[in-house]
C-alpha cells in the first residue's frame, strides 16, 4: 500500500503530524530534507515510542507498519489511541563515515467536530412532585427516543426541572423545563462533510427536529394516559434548538488553528481529559494527573499525596503536602541566610560593628590610627551592604529563568496560537 502522504523530521525539533481519523495512509521518514537528498547506503531503522525502551522497537500493527524503506506508516486510524511521541534512529554511511541520526515526532489524531441537536421546551403540568414529573419525563423520553431511532439518531441524558409559577389571576401554574439532548448514530459522523453537499449528520437532525417540534407543539396533551403520569401541556412559543459541536472521547477543540479545518478536534495531550459528549479537554483538577494521551478521566494521587495545581502529566507532581511545606521553609531559610539583609548576616554584622565600638573606644585615648581605622570601617559598612544586595537579585532573577526553561521543556505542550505542524486530510 503507497502513502498518500510523506513526512520528513527536523533535526533537534519535534515535528507536529497530525492525522485524521479513517484518512488516507500517511508514511513518517526517518530523514531529515537536507539527507534526504543525498546518497546514503546500509540504512538500519528502529522506531519506537514514548514510554517505550528503544530495544522494544515498532513492529506491525493494526495502526502503523514499519516498510522495508524504514519509514512509519500510519494506516487508517479508527481512534485516536495512537497519538503519542515517536523516536526513530538511523544509522548510515555516508562517504566512508557511519553516521547516527534521531529524530522526534508528535502524532495527533484529530476528526472534524459533529454536532447534536439541543432541544429546550417548557411543559405545564399539574404538580412538582418529584415521582410524578421523574415518570412523566421519562415516559415522554421513551416516546421521542422511539421516534429518534427510526431515523438513526438518539436521545441521551434529557435532564428537567420543575418550579413554580405565579399568574395574574393568583393561581399557581406548575412549569417543566426540559434539555434534550439528540446526536446521530453511525461511523459517518466523524467524517469532514463535502463542499455543496449535505452530510448524513446534518440530514438526521433537521429531520429529528422536524418530528420533534411537531409531535411537542401541534399536539393539545403532550401526555395523557394514566394516573401515574400527569398531564403535559405545551408552553407556546417555548420550543428552541441550538446545534451544539461534540468531540469524540478523550479529544477536545484546539481553538485557533486555521488548517485544515476551524475548531478542529485533536487528541487530548497529559495532564488533561475529555469525558464523553464534551467539545474541549478538561485539565485535571487538584489532586489528580494524567501522562498520557486521549484519556477520558484523570488518575487520582496516592492517600495523603497533593499537586501543586491542576494540569498534572505525571504521578512524580504528587508529593506530600507537609514535607513540601518544610522543603520550602528550608528554601526560604536558605534564601535568607544568602541575603545580605538576612539574619545571620545581621548577627555577623552586628558583631562586627560591636568589635568596632570596642576598637573605637580605645581611639578615644588617643590612639590616631585606631580612630581613622574606625571612620574607614563605617564608611565601608553602607556601602559593602548595598553592593551585596543587587547581586544577589541578579542570581535570585537567574535561577528563576532556569527554572522557567526545565519547566517548559518538561512536556512538549500543543500550542493553540500556534500553526506550525503538518496536517493531513
Keep these: 500500500m503507497d ?17 485524521p481519523l479513517k484518512g488516507s495512509p500517511v508514511a513518517i521518514y526517518c530523514l531529515t530534507p537536507e539527507l534526504s537528498r543525498k546518497t546514503i547506503s546500509n540504512p538500519m531503522t528502529h522506531w519506537w515510542r514514548e514510554g517505550k525502551s ?16 524504514g519509514s512509519l506508516m500510519l494506516l487508517n486510524w479508527e481512534t485516536s489511541q495512537a497519538t503519542g511521541f515517536y523516536y526513530c534512529t538511523m544509522k548510515h554511511i555516508r562517504g ?78 406548575h412549569h417543566i423545563q426540559l434539555k434534550i439532548p439528540v446526536q446521530s448514530q453511525g461511523e459517518d459522523i466523524i467524517m469532514p462533510c463535502k463542499t455543496g453537499q449535505e452530510c448524513h449528520n446534518e440530514e438526521t437532525l433537521r429531520k429529528a427536529f422536524q418530528k420533534i417540534h411537531t409531535f411537542l407543539t401541534q399536539s393539545k396533551f403532550v401526555l395523557d394516559t394514566s394516573n401515574d ?14 446545534k451544539v459541536d461534540h468531540c469524540l472521547a478523550g479529544m477536545g477543540k484546539l481553538l485557533g488553528r486555521n488548517r485544515p479545518c476551524v475548531d478542529c478536534c485533536v487528541t487530548c495531550g497529559p495532564g488533561s481529559y475529555s469525558p464523553n459528549g464534551t467539545s474541549i479537554c478538561i485539565p485535571c483538577p487538584n489532586n489528580f494527573y494524567q501522562h498520557r494521551f486521549g484519556r477520558t478521566q484523570c488518575m487520582a494521587c496516592p492517600l495523603g499525596l497533593k499537586t501543586n495545581g491542576e494540569g498534572a502529566i505525571s504521578s512524580t507532581d504528587c508529593h506530600n503536602a507537609r514535607i513540601q511545606e518544610r522543603m520550602l521553609d528550608f528554601k526560604s531559610e536558605k534564601s535568607r541566610v544568602n541575603d545580605s539583609t538576612a539574619p545571620k548576616d545581621e548577627r555577623h554584622n552586628s558583631t562586627h560593628f560591636m568589635i568596632t565600638i570596642v576598637v573605637c573606644s580605645l581611639a578615644f585615648l588617643g590612639t590616631t590610627a585606631l580612630t581613622i581605622y574606625c571612620l574607614v570601617t563605617f564608611l565601608c559598612k553602607d556601602k559593602d551592604a548595598t553592593a551585596n544586595q543587587p547581586a544577589l537579585r541578579v542570581k535570585e532573577t537567574e535561577n528563576a529563568n532556569l527554572k522557567n526553561i526545565r519547566s517548559s521543556t518538561h512536556h512538549m505542550p500543543m500550542k493553540a496560537d500556534q500553526n506550525r505542524g503538518t496536517w493531513f486530510k
Design 96 to 173: 566512508q563515515k557511519e553516521y547516527s541520526l534521531t529524530l522526534q515526532f508528535c502524532l495527533v489524531a484529530y476528526h472534524i467536530p459533529f454536532r447534536s441537536l439541543q432541544v429546550n421546551v417548557q411543559l405545564k403540568t399539574t404538580t412538582c412532585e418529584k415521582h410524578f414529573v421523574e415518570n412523566s419525563v421519562k415516559f415522554l423520553e421513551s416516546v421521542l427516543s422511539s421516534m429518534c431511532r427510526q431515523l438513526s439518531c438518539v436521545i441521551t441524558s434529557t435532564t428537567f426541572n420543575c418550579t413554580q409559577w405565579g399568574t395574574l389571576a393568583g393561581t399557581v401554574e
Design 3 to 19: 502513502p498518500s502522504h510523506r513526512v520528513l523530521g527536523r533535526e533537534g525539533e519535534t515535528v507536529e503530524v497530525f492525522i
Design 54 to 69: 528503544q530495544a522494544h522497537v515498532i513492529g506491525e500493527g493494526d495502526q502503523y507498519r514499519v516498510r522495508l524503506d
Design 229 to 242: 403520569v400527569p398531564p403535559l401541556y405545551y408552553v407556546e412559543g417555548s420550543f428552541k434548538a441550538m
